[in-house]
């Protein structure tokens, strides 16, 4: 994996799963920190890595985002 850098677009997003050892979380000094912080140490040493997903991704964030989601889903099943 590799931060986008400059670019205004990126191929594939952080969707919010991780598998870590419980020993990087020691080593954060604050309860609340981002994850960022442990993903820019792990890209430094090259211990950074991803599986592209192939499948339904849905966010349901919002109200209206449940609904878009359910409706994504009936598609998804009839396919």
């Known amino acids: 994996l590799r931060r986008r ?3 205004a677009a990126a191929p594939y997003v952080y969707a919010g799963a991780i598998i870590a050892k419980a020993e990087l ?8 920190f981002s994850l960022n912080l442990l ?3 792990a890209l430094a040493q090259g211990r950074l890595f991803g599986m592209a997903m192939d499948g339904l ?4 964030g919002t109200p209206q985002a449940i609904a878009e989601a359910e409706s994504a889903i009936q598609v ?3 396919s």
């Open 39 to 41: 993903f820019d140490q």
């Open 5 to 7: 850098g400059a670019a």
């Open 76 to 78: 998804y099943r009839s």
């Open 25 to 32: 979380f020691r080593a954060v000094p604050e309860e609340k």
């Open 57 to 60: 991704w849905l966010h349901v």
